[in-house]
Structure formats: C-alpha cells, structure tokens
C-alpha cells in the first residue's frame, strides 16, 4: 500500500494491528474515505478533544418520532457534518430509507463523488434507534 495516496492514507477503523510487523495496518485511496464517513457519523460533537465540533448528533435523535420532519433533519444534520468535516466529497443525495423502522432500524444511504477522481460511490450507515446507538455493520 502506497503511502503517498492522494487521497490520504490513515488508520482504519476500528484500528487493526499486524503483530509480526509490529505496526497498525493503514487504509488509503476510498477505503480511508468510507472510513471517515463511518467515524464522523458515529462520533458525537464533544468526543474530539482538539475538534470540538466533529461528528453528527444521530444519537440525539433515538427517541424522536419518525415523521417527515425528523426525517429532513436528519439529512440536514449528516449534509452538514460532511460539508465541514470531509472536504474530499461532494454529496450528491441522502437518502433515508424507514423500510425497516420497525424494527428499530434506519438506513441512511449518503451517495457521494469524491471530488479528485470524480468518482461516485454509496455508503450505507445503519441508524439503530432501539439500541440508542449507531454501531458499524
């Protein structure tokens, strides 16, 4: 894996370490850039000690109802997260999908184009509001 990716190259998430090297095993290109949307979606405001700010209050919202309303702010609220906090993406649509909401699962799906290589992709967060937190898939 290359260390001069242009689009960054960082730490996976969760972290994983390779125990012969001796190092922790680095993501780049668009698996560091899914990567960062996981965290900054699940990271609430108040976590990051030197950025204040980062993250997306998903986790506010549990026990909301689920209503139209509820439904543009969230989008709102993960447009703006990404806007500030992931510079390397354009998004193109959110979309939340309250199929499983019965069960106590939202889907948001956040396709995007990252900017450099005009490339699109999807990236499809789990949202679980019966558990009242948002744990990776």
Not at 24 to 52: C, F, K, M, N, Y
Not at 105 to 126: E, G
Request: charged content about 20%; some cysteine; overall charge negative.
């Amino acid at each position: 894996m290359a260390l001069t990716s242009f689009l960054g190259t960082g730490w996976g998430f969760p972290p994983v370490f390779d125990k012969t090297a001796g190092e922790v095993i680095l993501i780049s290109d668009e698996a560091d850039v899914h990567s960062s949307l996981q965290i900054l979606l699940s990271t609430r405001p108040g976590e990051r000690v030197l950025l204040p700010n980062y993250g997306c209050n998903l986790d506010e919202l549990v026990f909301e109802p689920l209503s139209t309303t509820f439904v543009n702010y969230m989008k709102d609220l993960i447009h703006t997260a990404i806007l500030y906090y992931e510079p390397r993406i354009k998004v193109n649509d959110i979309k939340i999908s309250e199929d499983q909401s019965t069960s106590g699962i939202i889907l948001i799906a956040v396709d995007y184009t990252i900017k450099s290589t005009n490339s699109r992709f999807n990236y499809v967060f789990p949202f679980y509001k019966t558990e009242a937190s948002a744990l990776p898939s």
